[in-house]
């Protein structure tokens, strides 16, 4: 069996540190020893999350949060403003529909991005939109969203801001206070390098108002709940013990590094795998990529699922496929948390490999050298060569982004 090399956009892999601390004995919540645990966590969250907020820490996975996000915000029969434009933006819509909620749809095909104008536009037209639901990173189809813009738009307006984070908080730029975010949803298992069964919200003060002003159709997670046990600071219900001591030790390493230096690489590692997947002659799936994550479509004659098996069977590197409409059409590759230069080095090199195997004409080694050179830009590396090798031995165009 080949050494497995996990490179979907979650989960992702968990620092040694954090995994070791998995093997000790259970403790107790209930102690000092604990909730001095968890306030070193929810002070690394918030640097990480870049705000001043509260953060609540709950036992679910990421759309855990997105549910009680809309539970504890908007009424049955209230309104939202859902900016829609792939799979996890849908199920912003999917949960409002669930609980009630009428649901104002502001739909851009996948791939694209949204309108802060349209934005303004549509909660101009809907001033009863309780919250404007939007997505960071769309993992779906790649797509990075501009929040700063569309968080001007709705800062003058009585709606308040919520973001799924989930697959861009940790790794790529997100200001929470800064950008106006009224409620940030994050989850464990993707830029934070924790394993999966932990989800966050970063709450503001207008947001808790408007939480506790309603009629919350929910009770394991009522937020309010949460709020009250955050003097302790405590969780109201048994918190996922060993997660969170995991969870502490990966913070640790986003103080070290930094920030700004964790968003910089990572907007290295993507610019370097978008030149890589380029001159390979593939196509990406948007001109707005994020940063924590890349999609490129499956050239065509290409079986997806076969692309994706192989590179699993043969050099153990995961990669993730489509969903939706754009199943066995795309595949997705992170680089995000624990993902460093070499994985996205040696993730180019194996696809270049599969492709030839699966007769898909690619000249080896273009892809990997392309995205050595971007990374060697970053390195501030002299004497760069410009080698020009394509697909099929013709001069490409050098896509970088
Ligand atoms: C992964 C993901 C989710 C869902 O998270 P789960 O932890 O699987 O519930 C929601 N939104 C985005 C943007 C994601 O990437």
């Keep these: 069996m080949p050494k497995r090399r996990l490179m979907t956009p979650g989960p992702t892999q968990v620092p040694e540190q954090a995994l ?82 009428e649901v104002i749809r502001y739909e851009v095909p996948w791939g694209e991005r949204f309108e802060a104008a349209e934005v303004a536009r549509l909660l101009h037209l809907h001033a009863d939109v309780v919250a404007v ?45 800064t950008w106006g975010i009224d409620l940030l949803v994050v989850g464990g298992q993707k830029g934070l390098m924790s394993p999966p069964g932990l989800a966050f919200l970063a709450v503001s003060p207008a947001a808790w108002r408007q939480i506790e002003s309603i009629d919350r159709q929910a009770f394991y997670f009522d937020l309010v709940a949460y709020r009250k046990a955050l003097a302790a600071p405590d969780t109201p219900y048994t918190p996922a013990i060993p997660l969170i001591a995991a969870l502490a030790e990966s913070l640790r390493l986003f103080r070290l590094e930094g920030i700004d230096r964790i968003w910089e690489r990572t907007r290295g590692l993507a610019r370097a795998t978008r030149a890589g997947l380029s001159a390979m002659g593939l196509n990406l799936t948007s001109a707005f990529p994020a940063d924590s994550l890349t999609a490129a479509y499956v050239p065509d004659g290409t079986d997806g699922k076969r692309l994706l098996d192989r590179l699993e069977a043969r050099f153990g590197v995961k990669l993730a496929g489509g969903q939706g409409p754009l199943k066995g059409k795309i595949f997705r590759i992170a680089h995000m948390g624990m993902i460093d230069e070499l994985d996205i080095l040696s993730a180019l090199a194996a696809l270049e490999l599969v492709l030839v195997e699966l007769g898909h004409p690619v000249a080896l080694g273009c892809g990997v050298a392309a995205a050595s050179r971007v990374l060697a830009e970053r390195a501030d590396v002299a004497h760069q060569q410009k080698t020009v090798c394509g697909a099929t031995g013709a001069a490409f165009q050098e896509n970088v982004f």
């Excluded at 998995?22 to 870049?50: C, N, P």
């Design 20 to 101: 070791l601390s998995l093997a000790r004995q259970i403790t107790h919540h209930r102690t000092d020893e604990f909730r001095s645990l968890v306030a070193e966590v929810l002070d690394g969250l918030k640097y990480v999350f870049q705000t001043e907020n509260d953060v609540v820490v709950l036992a679910s996975s990421g759309t855990g949060a997105m549910e009680a996000a809309v539970v504890n915000v908007v009424p049955r029969g209230g309104k939202a403003l859902v900016l829609e434009s792939g799979k996890f933006a849908e199920r912003w819509r999917k949960i409002g529909e669930a609980f009630g909620v």
């Design 133 to 177: 639901y939007a997505t960071l990173s769309e993992t779906s189809t790649g797509v990075g969203h501009d929040i700063e813009a569309i968080g001007r738009v709705v800062a003058p307006t009585k709606s308040l801001l919520v973001v799924d984070g989930i697959s861009s908080v940790g790794a790529m730029e997100c200001r929470t206070d």
